[in-house]
Structures are given as C-alpha cells and as structure tokens.
C-alpha cells in the first residue's frame, strides 16, 4: 500500500560524506513527519533525525552539526546528508514516514527497509 525506499548506504571512511534518499510511493494522501533512525548492532533504534511537512527539523545532540535532514515534499522524498563520518555512526539506517492514505483516514507509521551505514577508522 505504502512503500519506503531507502538507498544511499555504504562503506566510507572515518571524516567522509554519505547522503541517504528515502523515497515514499504507493497510496499517499499526504506525508506528516519524515524520520531517520539507526540501530547498530546490539543497541536499541534510535531517532537520528526527523522532519515534518512543514520544515521543522529535529536531531539526536550526536549528529547535531554533523547531519542535515532534508524533503521534497512534491517527491515524496527525505534526505539525510551526513558529513564528518565517525566509525560509531556505524549501523543500519531506517526511513519512517507518517503517512495518511486517504482524506478521511488518520496517519501511520511506514518503514523502510534500511540500508547499511559502515564507517571504517
């Protein structure tokens, strides 16, 4: 019904760039907050950043400065521009979207499904 694609992953060095795409298709009416999360191995998902319609942006105090989120909104896409790599931003990198699939329906949770972030020292 609702599809979210992330693409953009890889293996980088430490002090490197990566730019992560999430791309929302399917049965949407209209796409409320965007987020990106990661879970690294063994650890709980955490929020890295999220993003609502309207452009208000939220980051966990460990990208601050480092990650910038960002939409298209007419693309139905999210952006996640990570700069000044450090090996613990290792882990798997998820695309939320609170999605409404209708006028008259309330909103859900979408996720996609992930796409690995590997940062070598």
């Known amino acids: 019904q609702v599809q979210l694609v992330e693409s953009g992953g890889g293996l980088v060095q430490a002090g490197e760039s990566l730019r992560l795409s999430c791309a929302a298709s399917?049965?949407?009416?209209?796409?409320?907050?965007m987020g990106w999360y990661r879970q690294a191995p063994g650890m709980q998902r955490e929020l890295v950043a999220d993003?609502?319609?309207?452009?208000?942006?939220d980051y966990a105090d460990s990208v601050k400065g480092r990650f910038t989120i960002s939409r298209d909104n007419a693309k139905n896409t999210a952006y996640l521009q990570m700069n000044s790599l450090k090996p613990e931003d290792t882990a798997v990198y998820y695309c939320?979207?609170?999605?409404?699939?209708?006028?008259?329906?309330?909103?859900?949770?979408?996720w996609g499904q992930g796409t690995q972030v590997t940062i070598s020292s």
């Open positions: 939320k979207g609170r999605v409404a699939t209708s006028w008259f329906s309330s909103s859900s949770d979408y």
């Open positions: 399917g049965s949407i009416f209209s796409i409320d907050t």
């Open positions: 993003i609502t319609s309207g452009g208000r942006t």
